[in-house]
């Protein structure tokens, strides 16, 4: 059986929940994988069985145990890793934060900014159904070498009119061991692109 390695991991709200239920459930989830995370990369000892009604408190003791079970001790782990969980409640992302996880999406504030924003420039409806719709646009991480040669020097407006021969529009970047850069300072300064490197677009997810 092949065995696959991720670079992020995303939880999402349960739908239909009160906002504590639906928040306890999401940061047990990152908590959880979190812990065999760790446990991963220390490569623990084999662990007692895990059923649904563990107890959170036990569960956290038994998961490094766990994970080491799980995966086998050879499986190499990417050293950039995002934990990112969706929250509801604005009291929970005191817990998340001091439970170590790498960032949160408030889905709630998130979409009352959008209504805001529409309300004060009503012309940035169209780019945001877009955006959001189930179909068309959306916003993509490309490998860079869909747009230049390895090693190859270019400066991002360079980059963006490449992707514009694509039908898409770059709004920003990551390079390698980097973070994400949106809307560069810098355009027209030249920069060698490399495997490793991305461009973030707004594009087609589909278009390969």
Known sequence: ???????????????????????SRALTSLLLVRDIRQAMRTRAAPPPSLTLSTTLST??????????????SALPLPADFTLLGEILD??????????????????NRLMAKVIAMVSEVASVAPILDILFAEEGDEIC???VRRYALP??????????????ARREVAIGYKRRGGGVVLNPEGKHERMTWDEGDFLIVIGEMSDH
């Open 1 to 23: 059986m092949s065995t696959h390695t991720f670079s992020s991991v995303l939880v999402l709200a349960t739908e239909g929940d009160r906002h504590v239920t639906s928040d």
């Open 59 to 72: 569960l956290h003791s038994a998961l490094p145990a766990a994970a080491a079970a799980a995966a086998p």
């Open 90 to 107: 604005s009291e929970t992302k005191d817990l998340v934060a001091m439970a170590g996880i790498s960032d949160y999406i408030m889905s």
């Open 141 to 143: 991480v490309r490998d």
């Open 151 to 164: 090693t190859e020097a270019l400066s991002f407006f360079s980059m963006g009119a490449r992707a514009r």
